[in-house]
């Protein structure tokens, strides 16, 4: 439901989160539209792809596109280490791998907890960041895994498959 600005009510905001860094950055995916967390693996490089669009793994039988959130969030590139994970995630029916920095928790984050996003951003990040957590100290980017790439973006990542 949205309210009369368009916006996501922070009720429906509320829920469990996996909270996960990139970039010195914290994130959260909502627990419902996440598969799994498999550790770094290697993985095959697709040519001519976007920067972001690191390859594809065999996942459990199935073909996963992979995307570093560090470079889709226009990030400078680092190095995968032993705490690098990946974080498989449900858009529209196609399951697509985050490489994140660490995995850090499964919160649970209230209604009252959520700011709306800052409505100077003038970039696609919009779209995708549904709301703020604030957490004691920790500020959290919510992010909608729905809204994180454009038709045209996930109909080329299933053209790679």
């Keep these: 439901m949205m309210n009369n ?3 996501m009510m922070f009720s429906e905001l509320e829920g469990k989160y996996l909270i996960f860094m990139s970039a010195e950055q914290k994130y959260a995916f909502s627990i419902t539209c996440v598969n799994s967390i498999i550790e770094m693996q290697s993985f095959t490089t697709v040519p ?3 920067e972001y669009f ?3 793994i065999n996942l459990r039988g199935s073909i996963i596109p ?3 959130v560090r470079l889709r969030f ?3 590139e680092a190095e995968y280490t032993s705490r690098t994970c990946i974080i498989v995630v449900d858009i529209g029916g196609m399951e697509i791998g985050f490489i994140v920095d660490t995995v850090e928790a499964v919160l649970d984050i209230k209604k ?3 700011s709306p996003p800052p409505t100077i951003t003038l970039d696609r990040s919009g779209r995708y960041v549904t709301g703020i957590a604030k957490l004691d100290a920790d500020i959290i980017l919510l992010l909608n895994q729905q809204k994180m790439f454009s038709k045209d973006e996930v109909d080329n990542m299933k053209k790679a498959l």
């Design 5 to 7: 600005d368009g916006n």
């Design 48 to 50: 001519e792809s976007q």
């Design 54 to 56: 690191k390859g594809i």
């Design 66 to 68: 992979l995307v570093d």
């Design 74 to 76: 226009g990030k400078p």
């Design 112 to 114: 009252d907890q959520i």
